[in-house]
C-alpha cells in the first residue's frame, strides 16, 4: 500500500476543489479549496524528485490540455491521465508521456456500460495501460458510478460482480468518492471496505483524507492493497491535515520508494 500522488487540473491552473460542486451550467457553484501560484510542472517535478509513482493527472473540464502536457514533460511516464479520455485520443496522451490513460463517462451512455468501448480501449492502448475511473456517490446506502466530472449517475453499482467484470478491460482503478471529495472530513470507510473485500485488481482510492492517520486507516481497511491519494488536506495544496514529508515518509517506510 503507498499514497499516490495527484495533480488535479482545472481552467488550466492546479486546483483542489470540493467534488461535489462541479457544476457544467452553474461554474459559479464551484467550490476552490486551492489555486496554486506555481504551474504544473512545479508539482510534477516535485513528486518526480522523491519518487512518488503511480500518481495521476485528472483534468476537469476542458481548457486543461496545455496544462497536462506541461506536467507529462515534466516527468514522462510519471503519470496516468484522465479526463475526457476516449479512443480518438487516448494514443495521443500516452505519445505524449502519460504511463496509461484513466476513462470513466467514455465507456457509459445513459447510464450504462458501453462494452464495445471497453473493447475499442483495450485493442487501442492495451489492457496494461487502461485505467477505469470508477468514481461513485452514495445513494440509498449503495455507491454507484458518477460520470461526466461527477454530475451524473449511471445505473452501475460498486460490488464484486462488476468490479470483476470491469476488470477484464484494465490493468487498475480509481475511484474517487465524489460525496466526500474535498471536504477533508475523513475517507468512506464503507466505501474502502468494499474495494478491499470486491476489487480482483490494484485499485486506488481518493476523498475526504484529512491526515496521516487515514493513511494507515486505508491500509488497515483495505486490507493492505488499496492505496490512497490525498488532496486538499497536503499542505502542498493549501491544506493543514497532511505535511507533504508525511506523504513521502509513509511510503518509504511502507517501502514503497521506487
Not at 104 to 128: C, N, P, Q, W
Not at 129 to 136: E, K, M, P, T
Not at 142 to 169: C, G, M, P
Not at 213 to 219: F, G, L, Q, R
Amino acid at each position: 500500500m503507498k499514497i499516490r500522488p495527484c495533480i488535479d487540473l482545472h481552467g488550466g491552473k492546479v486546483k483542489q476543489i470540493v467534488g461535489s460542486t462541479l457544476n457544467d451550467e452553474r461554474p459559479e457553484a464551484v467550490k476552490e479549496n486551492f489555486v496554486a501560484e506555481q504551474p504544473p510542472s512545479y508539482f510534477a517535478d516535485l513528486f518526480r524528485k522523491d519518487n512518488m509513482t503511480g500518481g495521476h493527472i485528472i483534468m476537469l473540464g476542458p481548457g486543461n490540455e496545455d496544462a497536462a502536457k506541461e506536467a507529462l514533460a515534466a516527468w514522462p511516464g510519471g503519470f496516468q491521465i484522465g479526463g475526457g479520455i476516449n479512443v480518438d485520443n487516448a494514443g495521443v496522451w500516452l505519445e505524449k508521456g502519460a504511463a496509461a490513460v484513466i476513462v470513466t463517462s467514455y465507456v457509459f451512455e445513459k447510464g450504462k456500460i458501453r462494452e464495445d468501448r471497453l473493447l475499442k480501449l483495450e485493442k487501442a492502448v492495451g489492457k496494461g495501460r487502461l485505467v477505469l475511473d470508477l468514481s461513485c456517490k452514495r445513494k440509498n446506502g449503495h455507491y454507484f458510478i458518477v460520470t461526466d466530472r461527477w454530475q451524473n449517475f449511471t445505473d452501475v453499482e460498486i460490488n464484486a460482480e462488476n468490479l470483476q467484470y470491469l476488470s477484464k478491460y484494465c490493468f487498475e482503478f480509481l475511484v474517487h468518492a465524489a460525496h466526500v471529495e474535498g471536504k477533508c472530513k475523513g475517507i468512506d470507510e464503507q466505501l474502502v471496505s468494499i474495494l478491499a473485500e470486491a476489487s480482483p485488481i490494484p485499485t486506488t482510492y481518493a476523498g475526504g483524507a484529512r491526515s496521516i492517520e487515514d493513511a494507515y486507516k486505508v491500509k488497515e481497511l483495505g486490507r493492505n492493497r488499496i492505496d490512497l491519494t490525498i488532496g486538499s488536506a497536503l499542505d502542498i495544496f493549501g491544506g493543514s491535515g497532511v505535511a507533504y514529508e508525511e506523504i513521502v515518509a509513509f511510503n518509504r517506510k511502507m517501502g514503497n520508494e521506487g
